[in-house]
């Protein structure tokens, strides 16, 4: 039987990346628009009226007016296992992740507790609205089959991988070249392409593995070059400087991972905050992706993403936008812009509120070479998408009553919701937003 529904609500959809805050021409939106949802599929965008004239009589109907309706939150960097390390009190990074990172991802090796943790993941993700994201595992197996069986129960597009390193981390949280290889390779052969998932190779940072085991990851990358690579970069002055002194022969930072073959289209690199001009051009002239994690970088006191100053060089950097959770402070894709906001207005630069919502959903699709699947709502791709209330507080339901446009909206929903503005979230054309308090 089909499954065929109609859902109708505020339609909001980016077409292209907004060139300034009255760009009306990058998104569609219509005040009263529905979606016919059939196979995890998306197959008619547009007004109500003419959507629903394309389903037979009698199709199943769902009315979310008068909220927004948008593709899904897409997370494009953040730690499954670090659920429990979220908001440990540190002076930088290398002390929070000696101190409580590391310890507690040892705890991983332990399959029922990385499954126990990968469900409550998978329910915090889908409370925020967050349908696609690429996290870390740790090193050991278990913790991405945990991660993609949960992924597989939910029907999710999720990206991930193993964590490889072999160095500078305690007992217990080390693997080796060949057990990176082989084991990687498992992860891959197991959950590449099944269901929704897809594997990602993932060197945790330079600081963590050996030139043996970066070669490795060459060697991955050559055998499996459609994958995504996510990796650390210049995060901190003194990862900075600890990382140049373990790989003296490299020019900088990046020019480390570039000797490995490791920038590329499909590379995410977590942070990058501090490049040379140098580091810029190599990121740029590889298409690799600079992933923004704002919350984090303030909470560990990382720096100040030069966001605008990467957009406007001659050689511009393609920019991602995450959480980092648990170095991130939210799981929230919404707090996570409140933030990348600020930021630039210490910077004295303005991130517009349909910039963030572009970078929040087709943005970050495109970063990851995804948007003919997810990001948007245009017929054919998948059924991943949200419905958002700018009133769900009551702090936000008497500040609505002063708004009376779309991008104050928007603005409104990024600098005060969480969520509690995330009504519903649907995978696959399914409903899936799990309760707000704990059991
Ligand atoms: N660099 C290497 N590992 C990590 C991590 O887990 N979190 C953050 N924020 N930076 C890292
Ligand atoms: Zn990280």
Known sequence: MSDRTIIRGRLLSFLRKPESASDEGCYRYESD????????????????????????????????????????FIDTHLHFPQMQVIGSYAGGLLEWLNTYTFPEERRFADAAHASRIASEFFDELLRNGTTTAVAYCTVHKTSADAYFAESLRRGTLMLGGKVMMDRNAPEGLLDTPEQAYQETKAVIAAWHGRGRNLVAITPRFAITS????????RTLTGEFPDLHIQTHLSENHDEIRYTCELFPEAKDYTDIYARYGLLGPKSLFGHAIHLSEREADAMSE??????????????????????RTYERRGKPLRIAVATDVGGGTSYSMLSTMAEAYKIQQLLG????????????????????????????????TDADFIVLDAAATPVMKLRMETVSTLTEELFLLQT????????????????????TSPA
Not at 46 to 51: Q, R
Not at 210 to 217: H, I, L, N, S
Not at 286 to 307: I, K
């Open 286 to 307: 590889t298409r690799s992706v600079a992933v923004h994690c704002p919350t984090s970088n303030l909470f560990l006191g990382s720096g100040l993403f030069p966001w």
């Open 210 to 217: 050996t030139p043996e085991q970066m070669e490795v990851a």
């Open 33 to 72: 628009g529905a979606l016919i949802v059939e196979g995890g599929r998306i197959v008619a965008c547009g007004a109500y009226a003419d959507v629903k004239d394309k389903a037979p009589e009698g199709t199943r109907e769902i009315d979310h007016r008068p909220h927004l309706l948008m593709p899904g």
């Open 416 to 435: 005060l919701g969480d969520d509690r503005s995330v009504i519903e979230t649907y995978v696959a054309g399914k409903p899936m937003k799990p309760a």
């Open 349 to 380: 630069e303005r991130l517009n509120p349909l910039e963030s919502f572009y970078h929040m959903t087709l943005g970050n699709a495109d970063a990851l070479s995804l948007s003919d699947r997810i990001g948007t709502l245009e017929p054919g």
